[in-house]
């Protein structure tokens, strides 16, 4: 069974940083891309960043870009999402998704990790 | 960018009624077209891919069609469990995008 579990998230104060965690297991993390998708009341969901299955390829929506940075660790089985600067706009509930395949859908998320961006 | 559009925005049904959901994309995505459904507190979870292949372990009442801009969700007789946000995604291009979601409730 596939499981992706999220961490890190929590209350942090404009211009500050955070750093999320996704463990993964019940597949062959390597051989797939992932990414970060964020979720919030007024917005909806939202993609934030891919990261390719052998990490030298990293996508990231131009909200985040130059602020955020994707990362994995494939002999951990962890995905990362290294957030600086933050604002006020990103606070969200935050979910890592599995992609099944290039230009393919996500069959597996994890629960969410909330991410609040306030003084 | 791709922005999806969905409609309607909610829709009230009841049990064993037939809904349709539409989501239309402002270019060709050919059929890279998902379905999701999420409910209260959950993750989404994928419903069917490629405009019309029925994800594994989804109840065949649920159906997608569709190609190029526009795809709809079918449910065939809706049931008390079906009743939950949707939303649509097109993973043709990057950023992929998802739709704004259609609110499913009972009438």
């Known amino acids: 069974e596939v499981r992706l579990l999220e961490s890190g998230g929590g209350l942090v104060q404009p211009g500050g940083s955070l750093r999320l965690s996704c463990a993964a297991s019940g597949f062959t993390f390597s051989d797939y891309a992932m990414s970060w998708v964020r979720q919030t009341p007024g917005k909806g969901l939202e993609w934030v960043s891919d990261?390719?299955?052998?990490?030298?390829?990293?996508y990231y929506a131009d909200s985040v870009k130059g602020r955020f940075i994707g990362s994995r660790d494939n002999s951990k089985n962890t995905l990362y999402l290294q957030m600086n600067s933050l604002r006020a706009e990103d606070s969200a509930l935050y979910y890592c998704?599995?992609?099944?395949?290039?230009?393919?859908?996500?069959?597996?998320w994890g629960q969410g990790t909330l991410v609040t961006v306030s003084s | 960018d791709t922005p999806m559009t969905q409609s309607p925005s909610s829709l009230s049904a009841s049990v064993g009624d037939r809904v349709t959901i539409t989501c239309r994309a402002s270019q060709s995505i050919r059929g890279y077209l998902n379905w999701y459904q999420q409910k209260p507190g959950k993750a989404p979870k994928l419903l069917i891919y490629a405009a019309s292949s029925l994800q594994s372990g989804v109840p065949s009442r649920f159906s997608g069609s569709g190609s190029d801009t526009d795809f709809t969700l079918t449910i065939s007789s809706l049931q008390p469990e079906d009743f939950a946000t949707y939303y649509c995604?097109?993973?043709?291009?990057?950023?992929?995008?998802f739709g704004q979601g259609t609110k499913l409730e009972i009438k």
């Open positions: 995604q097109q993973s043709y291009s990057t950023p992929q995008t």
């Open positions: 998704a599995k992609f099944r395949g290039a230009q393919s859908e996500y069959d597996s």
């Open positions: 990261v390719r299955d052998t990490a030298d390829r990293t």
